[in-house]
């Protein structure tokens, strides 16, 4: 059982928008920052998002990222097949003392 | 260029003991946290532990399901982490990758960086 919630799977159209929901808790999401990782199949995963909304070098800015509470969102606009994969949340938890993931959402393009 | 390159996975019984390894270059090796994640197959994505930097103490910190049976150290002299795995149960089949934060890391510790894993089986 994951500390951090997310959906199974979103989908949409290619050139629609998707969000991604991240629940948490005072001890995660709420005390700290959160970054958002995408892996595509059989490959490593990637940062797409960190400090919550800000995106490393080379990432489109079609990923955003938004936090508000002990609740974070990835949104992905004008979604490509390429954008398939899945998505995880993270964030360190001050209780465990330990950095949490979310147990991963899987996009699928239309 | 960053690479990180994992080696030393393979099969192993349970109750028994294996010792990965994770080769870096292209950055300053000794100044990096670095991290072990994990991924059982057909899952998700599970934090092992990290180390600091020995100027930052060195420490180490543990996931639940894997303290006391796993340790992680670094050579800095030969720019290699290493995930010593004891104790080692069915669970623990996972593809391990090494990560690490190199350049957005001013207020937190990211997974930015990782390597392409090396898949731990075990089996009887």
């Known amino acids: 059982q994951s500390v951090l919630t997310q959906p199974p799977s979103v989908s949409a159209a290619p050139g629609q928008k998707v969000t991604i929901s991240c629940s948490g808790s005072?001890?995660?999401?709420?005390?700290?920052?959160v970054s958002w990782y995408q892996q595509l199949p059989g490959t490593a995963p990637k940062l797409l998002i960190y400090?919550?909304?800000k995106r490393p070098s080379g990432i489109p800015d079609r990923f955003s990222g938004s936090k508000s509470g002990t609740s974070a969102t990835l949104g992905i606009t004008g979604l490509q097949t390429g954008d398939e994969a899945d998505y995880y949340c993270?964030?360190?938890?001050?209780?465990?003392?330990?950095?949490?993931f979310g147990p991963g959402t899987m996009v699928t393009v239309l | 260029e960053v690479q990180l390159v994992e080696s030393g996975g393979g099969l192993v019984k349970p109750g028994g003991s294996l010792r990965l390894s994770c080769a870096a270059s292209?950055?300053?090796?000794?100044?990096?946290?670095m991290n072990w994640v994990r991924q059982a197959p057909g899952k998700g994505l599970e934090w092992v532990g990290r180390?600091?930097?020995?100027?930052?103490?060195?420490?180490?910190d543990y996931a639940a399901p894997v303290k006391g049976r796993f340790t992680i150290s670094r050579d800095d002299s030969k720019n290699t982490l290493y995930l010593q795995m004891n104790s080692l149960k069915t669970e623990d089949t996972a593809v391990y990758y090494c990560?690490?934060?190199?350049?957005?890391?001013?207020?937190?510790?990211?997974?930015?960086?990782w390597g392409q894993g090396t898949l731990v089986t075990v089996s009887s």
């Open positions: 990560a690490t934060c190199l350049t957005v890391c001013m207020t937190a510790e990211y997974f930015q960086h």
């Open positions: 292209g950055f300053t090796f000794p100044n990096a946290w």
């Open positions: 180390i600091k930097s020995k100027t930052d103490g060195g420490t180490t």
């Open positions: 005072s001890s995660n999401i709420g005390n700290d920052y």
């Open positions: 400090d919550n909304n």
């Open positions: 993270v964030g360190w938890d001050s209780s465990l003392s330990a950095y949490v």
